[in-house]
Structure formats: structure tokens, C-alpha cells
């Protein structure tokens, strides 16, 4: 059979299985080994090679490390303590809990570096606060899932440490790289909510005047989980620790507080959180094992060279090159996994933007963003789900709310093409 047409079979192979349900990680190594089968002329044993080698760097060791730090924070009360500091700060004000939500969000993104785990966090907690306040479920759960995914953006972050793997790009100057955005990302959002309120008259009960003194006594609670993201980052900056080195680090402290200062975790609960993490990371192992098989099978098969022709004469040209780039990414993120998409695409994309002279940190960052939008549009998107399940709706329903969320990190993202510097500032001054 001709190469096209079984590259063809393999895609649309992939997307029908992705939409009736089938993991994504089932989907896409089962697409790509049905590819090999037809094509008769590669050893099936390739597959368990370049699965095995996918997976086999002591960068990505530090994924199961994170979501453990995500779990703890869920179930340590450490997520509680942020939202009361975030409350103390902002909840006074009308549609207060609307950026408590956001707030908490960023600060959580600080310490996990997981949108679905940040998710589920605020989800569990806030979606009823919510509820008494007089916030249809739907709406909060939008907010949830948005407040969730600026875990990938702000440092330490996941996918950045997947991006880092792949490329190359030291992962210190993207998660610095990452600042900036993932505050302006959130302020958006609190833009949006502060819109949404006034229209639609959301009538809140503060129940609590702002004051000094609880500002204070909800800081000095939430002071030392604050610290982790600068132990996080400050340590891989400082080369103290590598990228893995931080997630162990960030296990150690979290566990330090949980089961030492606060005292909410016993060591009866470990086995559990350990086995909840270990499966999260397995899944996230697949993904990106199957991924890079099916993306060895794309470039083998001149796939690079589709791609390059759709560039043509745009190399010239750095905007265009990025709002293509971005392109592929927000198409990608209606279908794919975030990690499957880097996996499958920054490979290929990455050596054409090197050659246009984008700088690396505004192009790696920059496809963060673009994932973490990825993860709040269908049918895919993982932070609508998390947030549908916790909050007890159809995901449906929150499609519809999380549009105005779609619509301004769209705008973002644009803005940071246009404006790079808002990436690179903060890294330039890291030799």
C-alpha cells in the first residue's frame, strides 16, 4: 500500500478510536501498530524499542514525583490553607469567590505542576462553596477547569519538563519563562469572571469584611506551602538539583508538612496516595511511549516534509511561523493529550522555528499555553472533565460556560506572539 495512504489509515484510525472512548494511550499504540502490520516491511519488535526508549530518561522521572505532590496537597489540607489565604485577599470583594478560585489556582500551580490534579483540588472544595453563594454549577465548574490548567504554565510544570526532554530547552529558563504568562493568563480570567458577575447580577454574601488581621493569620497558614515553589524553582536555577532532583524535593517537603507540622496525613495513608500517583504516572508513561511510536512511524515516512511545505515562504517570518505553530496546537488540543501533541509535533516544529530565529523559551512556552488551552476544549480536554465529574454535571453544560475562558486565552496567546518578551524577560537574566 502506498506510504500516504497508510499514514492516512493511521490518523484516521487513531481519531476514530480517541472518539469512541478508547484511551488515548490505547488509541494511539494501536493505531500505530496497525500501521506497522500493514505495511509489512518493519519487525514488530521495533514496537517495544522505541516504547521502552521513549520512557527511558531520568528527566521524565520527575512526572510521578509531581502528581505525587498533587495528591498530597488534596489530601493534606494544604489546598484548604491556600484558599483561605486567597479568600483573605480578595474574597471581600464582590464575586469574590470567582477569584479566590483563579488566585488558588495559581498558587496551586505553584506547588503540582498538574492542571488535572489542581482541578480536582479546587473542584472538590469550591464548586459547593460556590453553590451557596448562588453560583449555578455549571459556571463554577468552568471556572474550576480554567483556574486548573495554569498548573502546566506557572512553575514547576509538567509538560515543560516533557517539552525539556525532547528538545533540549533548559526546563530552569522555561519554567521562568512561564511567570509572566501564567500571571497574565490569570488575571484574564479574573477580568472574565468580574464581567460575567456584573451581568449576570450574581448577588454574593460576603460573609467576611476584608481585614488585616485575617490576611495576616491566613498567610502565616499558608506561608509554608508558599515556599515550595521557590524551593522548586530557586533550586533548579541555582543547579542545586536537576528538574527530577525538585520533584523529589517537592515530594519530600510536601510530606514534611503533611505529616510532620500539619499532621493530616498518617502513614496508613501512604500506600494509597503512592498507588494513586504511581497510576496516574503509568498513564501519563503510555502516552507518551505510544506517542513517540507514532511519531518515529511519521518521520520515517517524510511526515517532516508535509509540514515544512505547509510553512513554504512563511520561514521568513517569525509572527506567521508561531501563529502556525500555535495552529497545529490548538487543532491538536481538540484531539490530543497535551503530551501526545509535544510527543508527535515539537520534533518536527521545533527544528523549522530554530531556523525562522524564534527563541527557544518563547516558542516552548508559548506551546504550553497552547496545551493548557488544549485541556479545557472537547472532546479531549482533561480539566473539563475533572471539573464536569467533581462538580456533579455533564460536561456539556460546562462547554458552554467555558467559552469566555477559551475566548481570552486565545487573545493571550496572541499577545505573546506578538510580544515575546513577556516570555523572555524574566529567563534573560539567567546566565
Known sequence: MVTSTLLTIMIVLFLLLAVIGIPIGVAIGAAAIAELILQGAVPLMIVPQRMYTAVNSVTLMGIPFFMLVGNIMECSGITQKLIRFANALVGSLRGGMCYVSVLTGMLMGGISGSAPADTAALSSIMVPSMEECGYKREYSGAIMAASGSLGIIIPPSMPMIVLGSISGISVGKLFLGGIIPGVMIGISYIIVCFIIVTVRKYHETVKVAFSLKNLWTSLKGALLPLLAPVIIVGGILTGVVTPTEAAITAVAYTLFLAMLVYRTIK?????????????????????????????????????????????????????????????????????????????????????????????????????????????????????????????????????????????????????????????????????
Not at 527544528?351 to 488551552?373: D, H, Q, S
Open 267 to 431: 502513614l496508613k495513608d501512604l500506600p494509597r496516595l503512592f498507588m494513586d500517583s504511581v497510576i496516574g504516572a503509568a498513564n501519563v508513561m503510555l502516552i507518551i511511549a505510544a506517542s513517540s511510536l507514532f511519531a518515529w512511524i511519521l518521520q520515517t515516512n517524510n511526515f517532516q516534509q508535509v509540514i515544512s511545505r505547509l510553512f513554504g515562504s512563511a520561514l521568513n517570518s517569525q509572527i506567521i511561523v508561531m501563529l502556525i505553530v500555535n495552529l497545529v496546537f490548538l487543532i491538536g488540543g481538540c484531539f490530543l493529550e497535551g503530551t501526545a501533541m509535544q510527543i508527535m509535533f515539537i520534533p518536527i516544529l521545533y527544528p523549522i522555528a530554530t531556523m525562522a530565529g524564534i527563541n527557544p523559551i518563547a516558542f516552548g512556552v508559548t506551546v504550553i499555553c497552547n496545551i493548557a488551552l488544549g485541556n479545557l476544549t472537547p472532546p479531549v480536554g482533561i480539566c473539563l472533565f475533572v471539573a464536569a465529574s467533581s462538580a456533579g454535571i455533564s460536561v456539556d453544560k460546562i462547554i458552554r460556560e467555558i467559552t469566555p475562558f477559551l475566548a481570552v486565552s486565545a487573545v493571550d496567546i496572541l499577545l505573546l506572539i506578538f510580544f515575546p518578551q513577556l516570555i523572555t524577560w524574566i529567563p534573560s537574566f539567567m546566565g
